[in-house]
Structures are given as C-alpha cells and as structure tokens.
C-alpha cells in the first residue's frame, strides 16, 4: 500500500491527485457529462455522412455516449498530457540526456504515450460493446464488416483514430479544463455539485427505463426512426 507522504513530509502524487479529484468531484463528473455529449454530436455526424440518413445512436434517450466521457475522464485522470501528466518524470529525465539521445527519448516516450491513449479507450468499448452483446442482448454496433475486427466490438483502424483524437485532446484541451475545474470557488463547486447530481439521476433514471423496456420488449428502444436525407 502506497504512503500518505514521502520522506520529505509531502503528499505524494497519487495521494494529491486522489485529494484533487474528491474536492471537485461535481466539476470531472460535468466534464464526463461535456465530453459524453460531444461523443453523441461526434457519431450522430459521423453515421449521419456515413449513411446519409440520421441514426438515433448510443443506448441512452439522453443525447449522451458515456464511453467518450468514461474514456476522456479516465485518460485524462491516468495519463494527463504529455509533459505535465504520469510521464512526465521520465520526460524530465530525458532532458538530460544528449541532443541525439534526448530526440530518441522523447520519441519513445511520446509512441509510449499514443499507445497507451489507444488502448484505453479501445478496451472500454471492447468491454461495453461485449457487455452490451452477451448480458443485455443487443448490438449497439458492429464492426464485423470489417477485417481488423475483433468479434465485431472493435477493430484496428479505429483503435488508431481513438489513439489520435484522445492524444490530442489531452495534449490540447485537458490541461487547461483541468485547471478550470480546480481553480472553482466554494460556491462554484456547489453548483456544479448540484449539476452534476440532477445530470446524474436523469441518466439514472435513462438507463432503468432502457433496460426495463429491453426486458419486456427484447429490442432497444429506438427514440427516433431514421430518416434519408436524400
């Protein structure tokens, strides 16, 4: 078990990031809800060029995708960007180094970095999509059309687009969000507490009426029916 402080009397990271998320709970949990959003926004525009017809998408009535707010949140939490984030030390320690090494280690470092951004998100819709699959009875996509796939859940291609959207989000945007959602007031904090347990009951209340009418009917209900553009 790690130790509250280190020999110099100080909290360690992990205990400070640990302390860092419990005092702005409500701000992480509304940036799960931000990014959960553009999630939706980011599928229902890609299917919609895709097919050419709008697609009701995600398991939720909520225009909400939480494995992108899950995958964000978590990434942002575990990894942060680049040099200010968990490999940071090693970044620090590669400044010393000689110019030819030092490239050699920062590009080490950065692949380090893409890959892991990669694979978490991949894993979480691997893990969803196999949930969604075997316990609850339904598909909410299938990659099986394509040849990189694994068990139609997910496939190599958008693994690596996940890789690169995630890694640049959190090299642009994460750092920035993080220290909003820090620097927030008492009475900040409050309301976005409060925000964040209405936005949380509403989903709550979303995914029990979902299952209930997956149980009793043994289809997902479909908000809206699909409509061509053309």
């Known amino acids: 078990m790690a130790k509250r402080v280190s020999s110099a009397g100080r909290e360690l990271p992990l205990r400070r ?20 959003f553009y999630g939706w926004l980011l599928e229902t525009a890609h299917f919609a060029i895709r097919w050419s017809k709008l697609t009701d998408r995600g398991f939720l009535c909520l225009p909400l995708c939480p494995i992108y707010g899950f995958s964000m949140l978590a990434a942002g939490l575990a990894l942060g960007s680049p040099r200010k984030g968990t490999l940071r030390p090693l970044f620090e320690r590669a400044k010393r180094l000689r110019p030819a090494a030092r490239g050699a280690a920062y590009g080490g470092l950065l692949l380090l970095y893409y890959v892991f951004a990669a694979a978490l998100p991949a894993g979480a819709e691997l893990a969803v999509g196999a949930f969604c699959d075997k316990v609850l009875g339904i598909r909410l996509w299938n990659y099986s059309y394509k040849e990189t796939n694994l068990f139609g859940y997910i496939t190599v291609d958008r693994t690596l687009v996940w890789g690169i959207l995630l890694a640049l989000l959190l090299t642009l945007v994460w750092e920035p969000l993080r220290e909003n959602v820090c620097a927030l007031s008492p009475a900040a ?3 976005a507490n409060t925000a964040a347990a209405v936005l949380a009951a509403l989903t709550l209340i979303d995914y029990a009426f979902n299952l209930i009418w997956l149980a009793k009917t043994g289809t997902h209900f479909i908000l809206f029916v699909s409509r061509n553009f053309f």
């Open 17 to 36: 990031r640990d302390r860092r998320l419990q005092n702005n709970f409500g701000g992480y949990t509304l940036l799960f809800f931000l990014f959960s």
């Open 189 to 191: 904090k409050r309301r």
